[in-house]
């Protein structure tokens, strides 16, 4: 399964940077929420790959969501997170491929095409870039830098108070557009937290497990362990978590 979700995510970012400024469709999903024909072409490949070789395994992936499978095994698939970036030629966008078993995530992978980074974990077996061990950051709140959500779209209100209230605690605040490319930043340890408001599984899956292998902490913003019913969560190098927590509930 490992070397599948390999193979998987390596061609999902074949196909992403041989059609990287030639998108031909664009799908208006909802409020501001975007996909492209190369999602769901990526997606298709995914999933063929998956089933070619684990036709009982269960997949939720972003675009066709549910298919029902009778084994203990749930793939779960982001094929291009950072919808918006890649449309407009900016090249921070990422795939994600997390497994599941039984309720647990016990793999994930993400890959950034332009960069051929691909992070990879196994639960309990640490976190990795191109085969190379990675660890979260050491730093303090006072020097991290963060990402805050990936852009600011709903919720507005809200987000902005605690946008303020970060800002004043931290060194510096960034806003990809890509939950992947955030993440696994956060995992090699060049930045320090991400507070999230709107993912979705399939967005953190796999980061949130490369994370915590690579030593760093993520939990909802009441400090419970993430799960994919989490609405929002925080993501950090475990240092100063629980100031995040505790700044995120006043
Ligand atoms: C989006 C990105 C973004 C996150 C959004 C997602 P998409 O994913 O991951 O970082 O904040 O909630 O919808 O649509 O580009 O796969
Ligand atoms: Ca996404
Ligand atoms: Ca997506």
Redesign the pocket.
């Known amino acids: 399964m490992k070397d599948l979700a390999i193979r998987a995510i390596r061609e999902a970012g074949k196909i992403l940077m041989d059609n990287f400024g030639r998108v031909d469709k664009v799908i208006i999903k909802g409020d501001r929420?975007?996909?492209t024909n190369v999602d769901l072409e990526v997606e298709k490949r995914i999933i063929e790959l998956i089933r070619e070789k684990y036709p009982d395994h269960g997949i939720l992936s972003?675009e066709q969501r549910e298919i029902k499978g009778d084994a203990d095994y749930r793939w779960i698939i982001?094929p291009?997170?950072?919808?918006?970036n890649y449309l407009y030629g900016i090249d921070i966008?990422g795939v994600s491929i997390a497994l599941e078993y039984r309720g647990e995530i016990i793999l994930g992978a993400i890959y950034i095409p332009k960069a051929d980074e691909l992070y990879f974990a196994e639960k309990g077996e640490k976190a990795y870039v191109n085969g190379k061990r990675i660890k979260v950051s050491r730093r303090k709140l006072n020097q991290a830098s963060m990402i805050f959500?990936?852009?600011i779209r709903l919720n507005s209100r809200i987000m902005l108070e605690n946008l303020v209230r970060l800002s004043r605690r931290v060194f510096n605040i960034r806003m990809?557009?890509?939950?992947?490319r955030?993440l696994s930043f956060i995992a090699e340890g060049k930045l320090d937290l991400a507070v999230?408001y709107?993912?979705?599984p399939w967005?953190f899956a796999a980061g949130a497990l490369i994370i915590e292998e690579a030593g760093g902490r993520v939990t909802d913003f009441y400090g419970r362990p993430w799960s994919l019913k989490s609405k929002h969560y925080i993501a950090s190098n475990g240092v100063f978590h629980e100031e995040i927590v505790r700044l995120l509930n006043k």
């Open positions: 929420n975007l996909a972003e982001d291009l997170d950072g919808t918006h966008f959500d990936s852009g990809f557009g890509s939950a992947t955030g999230k709107h993912d979705k967005d």
